[in-house]
């Protein structure tokens, strides 16, 4: 079975948020795929599985990144003296628009699926643009990889550029509904995943139109919410009889489960970084996941999302990159950022809600944002086997370090592609 | 002449902190380790002199890194779930009393000054610990490096482990005194500079001795100021009759020029997170720098420096990595920190105080923390020539990109030392 073995390293992971789960020179097993859990001796039952020895190196679960825009990946680190709305409008929308070019599609998508690949993220939730094809062909490509994710073909028909403005919302539903037919059952790891880009851009029509789809395919879905206050101050202005932004999409039933009419749809909402008590409220009752992009959040100068407080409130939550509004693909750095920007709340904002600690950052990148794909994100009993293997022997030490001390060193500095030396993927090697 | 050349390549710096000032394949030639200035096209009195030329490369600037904690390089990255005063008794005092064996000192500030001379800095204010002969061995590695620094043997008679604890004012005094005379003129790169720890470290009498001593030599004060809340209260147990923390350093005259006594002592303090209006104005008048240190601002969850606040009231300023409260050596990590703080300050604090831009926080790196060695931080005319050689060709980008977007993308994705193809200190090329 290509998918059973072993990896012996120092494997280091978040069972639970509260603490570090470290087992130096151990060994992972991984039976069809699942992970069966954690040894310090190889117990006699698996020593006839292929044994993958990393020696020295560190063994983490694979980085989840809940939300990131593919087009953007070419626009990286640019452009950031901006706020959002301004951002979309002078950078984001004219690059999205080459995408109508197909070849410019590939040449672009293959950068952001190459940089993917090599680095420490194994599933993602991803935003394409507006374009069907352009669509399909990063599914493809990220079928290839060998990475987990969900792709959505991004739905559109008010307020950005003209070329990016789908003409109208029956168009841009019945390309959905071709773009879903031509994909949905076509990739074993790559899944369509609705995305209306977010309320600014989606007329009433179109939105009722995508709970239609929703309710016919039952695929989960993805956008933006309480991200700045300018595009808030926007969706008051669109949708005065929302009492709050994210009541706008459950007003469709896109907002996680609905009780009232026995639904359950899977949903991750970008940001959330000024969300009300009641949008709260409502995303911990509909179990809606927060993906949060607290580099995106700095750069665009939206704010800081009190992820303590929903944490308390008990709310799923994932970590995004959010390129290019993050300049960075690393779910290592939006790790130190998620700790980095709690300190910030707690320290000039807020001080009853404490800051994460690095337990905590690392656990939503990897079981928090993983809950959204299933049993993902740690090495316990019958969790899909995602590990990245990482060789930090090049970051050097005159003292001796512990295994917590080099597992918070290898995030902090961001150890990347050129120190991961193996990668697996439901117990698919990839690298 | 050794220090007379030409580089040809795209030439990006700040001469005024508003806007780029950027020159597509030309030319930036250096007399004698010092700009003449950037042409276009090279002028004939110039086209006899040895010419570099790194084609497509970017050619920045030397990075200056105003604050930078030698001995603590080795435990960057780690402990970092901690505040201030936490965090130096139980990581940062024990790591520094390991300095006392020179041994150790060697192995651990080889490896600093390997990362340093390999980055993108050129310049650093740099403190060692308190030991005298470790400093010295610091000082010698760092002459040989090439790069051009102030050190400091630390004073520090109070507060710390018994290790790291001097054993009296008068011994540390002495120590300093020979430990100067050892350094003073010996080095032509690395020059003493006096470090009183902190004023938690150092008590009235060791203040006063230090006093004496940059009376007698004339050298310039480094230390650190208004960083943590915690740290600012024990300040005013400590030194109840001082109006603010920055005056208990003026009260010895280690705080900038004194009109009073008629003395200019070249001083930066670290940090100034919490600065009251008085100390700020103080300050100002006495020509202070502070050195802004963001990243260790937010890992050690001391706050926010409101930097356009201090920029608006017209005082010096550079950026510093603060290794480790800082996690990364690199500066261009330290200007988009800089500007990624002083947005959450805008959009969570105080709006009335702008974000800055690249443009402004790129000079900080350059121009601003030059300052502090004269002129320094640019090609214009009589600066000394301190400048990196980038390849920035490694990252892929399926669009064209002008010369700005590429430098921001630089300093944003943070190129490293893999990425610099050379690299000139005072003219003189040391990669």
């Given at each position: ?5 072993v ?7 978040t069972?639970t ?5 470290l087992?130096?020179?151990s ?6 795929g699942?992970?069966v859990?954690?040894?310090?001796d190889?117990?006699?039952e ?8 990393y020696k ?5 679960p ?5 939300h990131?825009?593919?087009p953007q ?8 003296d901006?706020?959002l709305?301004?951002w979309l ?5 004219p690059?999205e ?8 599609a ?13 680095g420490?993220t194994t ?15 990063l599914?493809?490509?990220m079928e ?10 991004v739905n559109?028909d ?5 070329a990016?403005?789908?003409?109208s919302?029956?168009?841009?539903a ?6 879903i037919?031509a994909?949905n ?6 899944k369509p ?14 939105m009722?139109?995508l709970?239609?789809?929703q309710?016919a395919?039952?695929?989960p879905?993805?956008?933006h ?9 926007f ?8 009492s709050?932004?994210g ?10 489960k ?17 969300s009300?008590?009641k949008?709260?409220?409502l ?5 809606v996941?927060?993906a ?6 700095m ?10 407080k929903?944490l308390?409130?008990?709310i799923?939550i ?9 300049h ?5 750095r ?6 980095q ?9 807020d001080?009853?809600f404490?800051?994460l600690v690095f337990?905590?950052a ?12 299933g ?20 970051l ?7 295994l ?25 090697k990839?690298?």
């Amino acid at each position: 079975m290509e998918k059973s073995f072993v990896v012996k390293g120092n494997i280091c992971q978040t069972v639970t948020s509260k603490k570090l789960d470290l087992h130096e020179n151990s060994f992972a097993v991984c039976i069809d795929g699942l992970s069966v859990g954690v040894f310090e001796d190889l117990p006699e039952e698996y020593t006839h599985l292929p044994l993958y020895d990393y020696k020295d190196a560190l063994i983490f679960p694979g980085m989840v990144d809940l939300h990131v825009h593919a087009p953007q990946y070419a626009f990286r680190g640019m452009c950031m003296d901006l706020e959002l709305m301004d951002w979309l409008n002078r950078y984001t929308f004219p690059e999205e628009e080459k995408y109508e070019d197909l070849e410019y599609a590939e040449k672009a998508y293959g950068m952001f699926v190459n940089a993917f690949k090599k680095g420490a993220t194994t599933r993602a939730c991803i935003f394409a643009t507006r374009h069907r094809y352009a669509t399909e062909l990063l599914m493809e490509l990220m079928e290839e990889s060998g990475l987990i994710s969900f792709v959505g073909k991004v739905n559109m028909d008010r307020e950005a550029s003209k070329a990016l403005t789908e003409d109208s919302a029956d168009i841009s539903a019945y390309t959905t509904f071709g773009w879903i037919n031509a994909v949905n059952n076509r990739f074993k790891n790559t899944k369509p995943i609705l995305t209306p880009r977010f309320i600014p851009c989606c007329t009433d029509k179109l939105m009722e139109e995508l709970r239609q789809i929703q309710m016919a395919y039952g695929i989960p879905v993805q956008s933006h919410l309480s991200e700045s206050k300018g595009e808030i101050d926007f969706v008051k202005i669109l949708r005065p009889n929302n009492s709050f932004y994210g009541d706008s999409y459950n007003e469709y039933d896109l907002f996680g489960k609905n009780d009232d009419i026995d639904t359950d749809v899977k949903t991750v909402m970008a940001h959330c970084v000024w969300s009300t008590d009641k949008e709260v409220e409502l995303m911990r009752k509909n179990g809606v996941f927060i993906a949060h992009c607290p580099a995106s959040n700095m750069n665009l100068t939206s704010g800081i999302a009190p992820i303590r407080k929903y944490l308390n409130a008990g709310i799923n939550i994932g970590l995004g990159s959010d390129i290019a509004g993050g300049h960075s693909e690393s779910i290592f750095r939006a790790i130190t950022d998620t700790i980095q920007v709690s300190k910030m709340y707690f320290r000039m904002v807020d001080d009853s809600f404490a800051p994460l600690v690095f337990s905590e950052a690392f656990y939503l990148a990897t079981k928090g944002g993983g809950a959204f794909f299933g049993k993902v994100g740690s090495f316990e009993k019958s969790y899909e086997f995602d590990a990245v293997v990482l060789d930090d022997g090049v970051l050097p030490h005159p003292q001796s370090l512990n295994l917590a001390e080099r597992m918070e060193r290898a995030v902090y500095l961001g150890l990347d592609e050129k120190n991961i030396t193996a990668k697996f993927v439901a117990g698919r090697k990839i690298i």
